[in-house]
């Protein structure tokens, strides 16, 4: 949920997103991975689980997704394949991190950004932001004050 409120906040689509504010370079296929997770995460129940939608005519693989905290390791690793279905690692620390980090450069911007400043403002009163604290996130008495500028 988190990332889908950052993706909204930020004024862009979720892979314009990643490419700007992640620190890490995913390929075209790891896109999508990660988009299938947000999407297994949100629509899914937290099944860890995407499946294509026939009716809108997605393709690709049943995906199964497992989390893990191991040091070093990659956001992502393909561990099994078949031909109905794959299943992929999720460095969940490192995902959360990226996702942090790029709150934290959604805020220096918003600081500076009138508009951005007033869609989180907006996007706020709708959406409870309840994995990220209000202090690591916005000084709401700095970020009114930048709107006001």
């Given at each position: 949920m988190l990332f889908n409120y950052a993706v909204a906040i930020s004024q862009t689509d979720y892979q314009n997103f990643i490419k700007k504010y992640f620190s890490i370079a995913l390929t075209k296929d790891?896109?999508?991975?990660?988009?299938?997770?947000?999407?297994?995460?949100?629509?899914?129940?937290?099944n860890l689980v995407w499946e294509p939608d026939r009716k809108r005519k997605e393709k690709g693989k049943t995906t199964l997704f497992a989390m893990s905290e191991a040091q070093g390791?990659?956001?992502?690793?393909?561990?099994?394949?078949k031909d109905d279905d794959e299943t992929w690692v999720v460095n969940i620390?490192?995902?959360?991190?990226?996702?942090e980090t790029s709150l934290q450069k959604i805020r220096a911007k918003a600081m500076t950004n009138k508009d951005m400043a007033n869609t989180i403002l907006e996007f706020t009163k709708n959406h409870e932001m309840h994995v990220v604290?209000?202090?690591?996130?916005?000084?709401?008495?700095?970020?009114?004050?930048?709107i006001k500028k």
């Open positions: 790891e896109f999508n991975i990660i988009n299938r997770l947000r999407n297994a995460l949100e629509h899914q129940s937290y390791q990659a956001l992502l690793e393909k561990v099994d394949e620390d490192l995902l959360h991190k990226e996702i604290s209000k202090e690591s996130f916005i000084n709401y008495s700095k970020f009114k004050q930048a």
